[in-house]
């Protein structure tokens, strides 16, 4: 086997190593462990067998990876928990008077909306009302 030969193949490795680091980040959010895991055999597949990867960057990935999963479940049971909260601050407040924290908007709340920016109380008057602080509710 030539030395060119060698190279070329070190290079092409190495390039598709970094796509796959790439395409790994990019993808971190959609990622699951299959994926991850299929990565990593591509990965170790396609190393150069004159300089193996060390061991402990591969338990660096898995704990990379590992703090991505926790984190991608961490954020969905908290939307489930605020949604949660809205939902109990919705039932909480249909029927009842409400003035907005700048005191500009005034009246009986019909209906609740949960939206990406929280809950929005819609007026018995079609006007709508972001349920943040500030909010004064009265019978």
Known sequence: ???????STATSQTATTAAATKTATGIAASM?????????MTQLKNQDPTKPMDSTAYVSELATFSQVEQATKTNTKLDSLLSSSFLSQADQIIGRTITSADGTTSGE????KITSEGALAR???GQDV????????SQ
């Open 1 to 7: 086997m030539s030395v060119a030969s060698v190279t």
């Open 130 to 137: 972001l349920l943040t602080e500030g909010i004064s509710l």
């Open 123 to 125: 007026l018995t008057s």
């Open 32 to 40: 699951n462990a299959d994926t991850f895991l299929t990565l990593l």
């Open 109 to 112: 709340v019909q209906s609740v």
